[in-house]
């Protein structure tokens, strides 16, 4: 299940590159995504989604805070608090957004979330190179599809964001490489802890 904002120039560059590279190839995968984007990127819209028990993975795009997720026009979809546990309960969550990892991600893991992806700070991106900031986070969600565990999906997307960032720095673009290399080094999963979930949590 997607819930995607795309209505600022932040969020519309992100979900334009997962309409083109993320969603394409879940597919092809076998996985059927069931979209609530742009407008219906709210709670009322997801909440409903996400419970139901065919739902193994939760992914999204959004403006975040340490303990809250959101979707369109900053409306919230996740907060601590402030969902049921069977929105979350058996599955592996993956939010494009600020600071989430936080307090919001290891609540979900408190709540029955078998792994959580996001990051602990803002997760920042240069708009020119804005492709390569999102190839980086979307290897989340492309990993999972290929059926790796939650540990190996960890080591492929740190892997893809060195590889981008040894070739900016090769380049000359060393202040990009630079904000690449912070979002690198704030992803946090379960191999980051196991506040974050479960290792070996791979998509059945």
Known sequence: MAADSNFEAWTKAAFDYRQRHVYPY??????TAVR????????????PEARQLNVVYVTGVGHGSDDTF???QYSVIFRVGDYSPDECE??????LSCQTARVLGRNLVAHGCRAF??????????M????????????????????LTAAQVYDRVIRCY???????????????AAILEMDRDHLRAPS????????????A
């Open 36 to 47: 609530c984007q742009g407008p219906l990127a709210r709670r009322y819209y997801v909440a």
């Open 70 to 72: 959101t979707g369109d």
């Open 192 to 203: 980051s802890g196991p506040q974050w979930g479960d290792r070996q949590a791979r998509l």
């Open 90 to 95: 058996r599955k592996i969550v993956h939010f």
């Open 162 to 176: 060195s590889r981008r960032i040894a070739e900016l720095r090769a380049a000359g673009h060393l202040y990009v």
């Open 117 to 126: 992806f996001g990051y602990d700070v803002d997760f920042t991106f240069s």
């Open 128 to 147: 020119a190179e804005s492709d390569i900031f999102f190839e980086c986070d979307s290897e989340i969600d492309r990993a999972f599809a290929d059926g």
């Open 26 to 31: 879940l597919e092809r995968k076998g996985f």
